[in-house]
Nanobody, 115 residues
Framework: QVQLVESGGGLVQAGGSLRLSCAAS????????MRWYRQAPGKQRELVAG???????NYADSVKGRFTISRDNDKNTVYLQMNSLKPEDTAVYYC?????????WGRGTQVTVSS
């Protein structure tokens, strides 16, 4: 069984930075896509950024130029570096990891940006 452990969330002032991590553990072989989603109160969950196993990335327009997704395949970990944070970035951030054909979700980590 795969477990995803997220870390790095917290409270930060507007303009600040945070780095989220999501580490996959368990017995498995081969991680495919890794993504970060977020869900703000009263809103639908939305894709923030994704990275394939070959390193190709994509970003939501709202975070382009401010957020960077990366992965360490040796550590089975995906990161989200978030710079120039805005109050509208406040949400619960979830990691999403595809292993084989199965989608795995993390429990989420809260990011709060104060104005």
């Amino acid at each position: 069984q795969v477990q995803l452990v997220e870390s790095g969330g917290g409270l930060v002032q507007a303009g600040g930075s945070l780095r989220l991590s999501c580490a996959a553990s368990g017995r498995f072989f081969g991680i495919n896509d890794m993504r970060w989603y977020r869900q703000a109160p009263g809103k639908q969950r939305e894709l923030v950024a994704g990275i394939t196993n070959s390193g190709s990335t994509n970003y939501a327009d709202s975070v382009k130029g401010r957020f960077t997704i990366s992965r360490d395949n040796d550590k089975n970990t995906v990161y989200l570096q978030m710079n120039s944070l805005k109050p509208e970035d406040t949400a619960v951030y979830y990691c999403y990891v595809v292993i084989g054909w199965r989608v795995n979700w993390g429990r989420g980590t809260q990011v709060t940006v104060s104005s």
